[in-house]
């Protein structure tokens, strides 16, 4: 699918157009990817059970199994994946999901259940391939807020697709996530098409934010090795970030409705637009800040004031000061405030700051194989330890817990990061770059 005219006009084009560009295609991707994984959550499947366990709970659980496993698989072939097998990889792994919702809506419940996890199998790969498009770049910070953008929007937008789906038209739960991935397939293939025209990252890209290159094995464990204990503090952090996350975004339905707002179908969207600008904002304009270490700093910050904004935003809710749209929407603001970075700009400052020859999507995957983990973790900790506490309680709990052992982490990870720093700075290269030091 290459378009030589195109790319050309690319490699020309300023860096305001070449942003656009590069952000409004990786953005659509990965939409209508999400139109693949989260329709069906917009469902409550009420009634239904399977050995004495909610029939929703084994469904997200079977999702986010596979979705894990397809991250630790990710490990090793995002980081390997070459450029010029991106894009058809990203269509066959939605393509994968797409017949798996299909087996979903003919299979009967409960023996429908595994056709979740293969549903999130090939889905988990995506991201990492989409943000390979963008790594590395001058404008990273933009490109990589426009596009974890998408999962902030798009998680609404599709249930709310969802919903409409049910209400309106009289598709069924189990149809209703296959009709609506289907009506994301034209825009799909469009942004496929244009994010395949992305030139790789320019010589002023690599002297700026390090090059970029595919990685084996003994290249992914030296170094995780050479950050070992900030890296454990980092991944903590974010198994916590992506545990919350995953679970606000699965349980919202059931949240809403505790709530009082389930026949507001809108309200998936409503609140996730203003989450949406206002991450885009402060994460995007990292892209001013050119010192690598001192931006790395600022992640840290970053992610810790997210952290406490979600604490603080639930201890006010409880004491009625905050009107439940106002703290769904507060408590979003300061997840997605820390799970963003982690998604893009915090291990592609890692890399530029301390000069070492790799690439984001190893450090990405390693991350999230271990946060869906998490993800499972408390899935399983909620059906089988505190089934009977509802939704919202579980949600207002967990705010609490992320809040106080996140910002722990985080405190240690940016002591460890600054005693490193404080180190003589050495360039990590890969090893056919040895005598190809970027200053």
């Given at each position: 699918?290459?378009?030589?005219?195109?790319?050309?006009?690319?490699?020309?084009?300023?860096?305001?157009?070449?942003?656009?560009?590069?952000?409004?295609?990786?953005?659509?991707?990965?939409?209508?990817?999400?139109?693949?994984?989260?329709?069906?959550?917009?469902?409550?499947?009420?009634?239904?059970?399977?050995?004495?366990?909610?029939?929703?709970?084994?469904?997200?659980?079977?999702?986010?199994?596979?979705?894990?496993?397809?991250?630790?698989?990710?490990?090793?072939?995002?980081?390997?994946?070459?450029g010029?097998?991106?894009?058809?990889?990203?269509?066959?792994?939605?393509?994968?999901?797409?017949?798996?919702?299909?087996?979903?809506?003919?299979?009967?419940?409960?023996?429908?259940?595994?056709?979740?996890?293969?549903?999130?199998?090939?889905l988990?790969?995506?991201?990492?391939?989409?943000?390979?498009?963008?790594?590395?770049?001058?404008?990273?910070?933009?490109?990589?807020?426009?596009?974890?953008?998408?999962?902030?929007?798009?998680?609404?937008?599709?249930?709310?697709?969802?919903?409409?789906?049910?209400?309106?038209?009289?598709?069924?739960?189990?149809?209703?996530?296959?009709?609506?991935?289907?009506?994301?397939?034209p825009?799909?293939?469009?942004?496929?098409?244009?994010?395949?025209?992305?030139?790789?990252?320019?010589?002023?890209?690599?002297?700026?934010?390090?090059?970029?290159?595919?990685?084996?094995?003994?290249?992914?464990?030296?170094?995780?090795?050479?950050?070992?204990?900030?890296?454990?503090?980092?991944?903590?952090?974010?198994?916590?970030?992506?545990?919350?996350?995953?679970?606000?975004?699965?349980?919202?339905?059931?949240?809403?409705?505790?709530?009082?707002?389930?026949?507001?179908?809108?309200?998936?969207t409503?609140?996730?637009?203003?989450?949406?600008?206002?991450?885009?904002?402060l994460?995007?304009?990292?892209?001013?800040?050119?010192?690598?270490?001192?931006?790395?700093?600022?992640?840290?910050l970053?992610?810790?004031g997210?952290?406490?904004?979600?604490?603080?935003?639930?201890?006010?809710?409880?004491?009625?000061?905050?009107?439940?749209?106002?703290?769904?929407?507060?408590?979003?603001?300061?997840?997605?405030?820390?799970?963003?970075?982690?998604?893009?700009?915090?291990?592609?400052?890692?890399?530029?700051?301390?000069?070492?020859?790799?690439?984001?999507?190893?450090?990405?995957?390693?991350?999230?194989?271990?946060?869906?983990?998490?993800?499972?973790?408390?899935?399983?900790?909620?059906?089988?330890?505190?089934?009977?506490m509802?939704?919202?309680?579980?949600?207002?709990?967990?705010?609490y817990?992320?809040?106080?052992?996140?910002?722990?982490?985080m405190?240690?990870?940016?002591?460890?990061?600054?005693?490193?720093?404080?180190?003589?700075?050495?360039?990590?290269?890969?090893?056919?770059?040895?005598?190809?030091?970027?200053?």
């Amino acid at each position: 699918m290459p378009d030589a005219r195109l790319t050309r006009w690319l490699r020309h084009a300023s860096p305001s157009a070449f942003t656009l560009y590069a952000v409004l295609a990786a953005f659509c991707t990965y939409s209508c990817m999400y139109a693949f994984r989260k329709p069906f959550t917009a469902a409550t499947f009420d009634g239904l059970s399977w050995l004495h366990i909610d029939y929703k709970v084994w469904l997200i659980t079977a999702q986010v199994i596979g979705y894990m496993l397809s991250k630790f698989i990710g490990i090793k072939v995002v980081s390997e994946m070459t450029g010029g097998r991106r894009a058809s990889a990203i269509l066959g792994l939605i393509g994968l999901a797409g017949l798996a919702l299909l087996g979903f809506a003919l299979v009967p419940p409960p023996y429908n259940i595994v056709f979740l996890l293969l549903n999130g199998l090939p889905l988990g790969m995506v991201w990492g391939l989409v943000f390979s498009f963008l790594e590395g770049r001058r404008t990273t910070e933009v490109l990589g807020a426009g596009l974890c953008v998408s999962f902030i929007f798009s998680s609404g937008l599709v249930k709310s697709v969802g919903s409409y789906a049910m209400q309106d038209w009289g598709v069924s739960p189990f149809w209703m996530p296959l009709v609506t991935s289907l009506l994301f397939v034209p825009l799909l293939l469009v942004a496929v098409y244009l994010l395949a025209q992305l030139p790789p990252p320019s010589p002023e890209d690599e002297a700026l934010r390090t090059r970029r290159r595919p990685m084996n094995a003994q290249e992914r464990w030296h170094l995780f090795r050479t950050f070992a204990p900030g890296l454990v503090l980092l991944i903590l952090t974010y198994t916590l970030l992506t545990a919350f996350r995953d679970f606000r975004d699965n349980f919202a339905a059931e949240i809403w409705q505790t709530l009082g707002y389930g026949d507001q179908p809108a309200i998936f969207t409503k609140t996730e637009i203003p989450v949406s600008l206002g991450v885009l904002l402060l994460v995007g304009l990292m892209v001013v800040v050119k010192d690598n270490r001192y931006a790395l700093r600022l992640n840290h910050l970053l992610v810790l004031g997210g952290l406490l904004l979600t604490g603080a935003s639930t201890l006010a809710f409880e004491a009625h000061w905050l009107s439940p749209p106002v703290w769904m929407t507060l408590v979003g603001f300061g997840l997605y405030l820390g799970y963003v970075p982690f998604n893009s700009v915090f291990f592609d400052r890692l890399i530029a700051a301390f000069r070492y020859v790799s690439n984001v999507g190893f450090l990405i995957y390693l991350a999230d194989a271990f946060g869906y983990l998490g993800s499972v973790g408390v899935m399983l900790f909620k059906s089988f330890g505190y089934a009977e506490m509802s939704w919202l309680r579980f949600f207002i709990v967990g705010s609490y817990a992320m809040a106080i052992v996140g910002s722990a982490l985080m405190l240690g990870a940016l002591f460890y990061f600054e005693r490193k720093q404080a180190a003589p700075p050495t360039p990590h290269l890969h090893p056919s770059d040895h005598a190809k030091t970027v200053v």
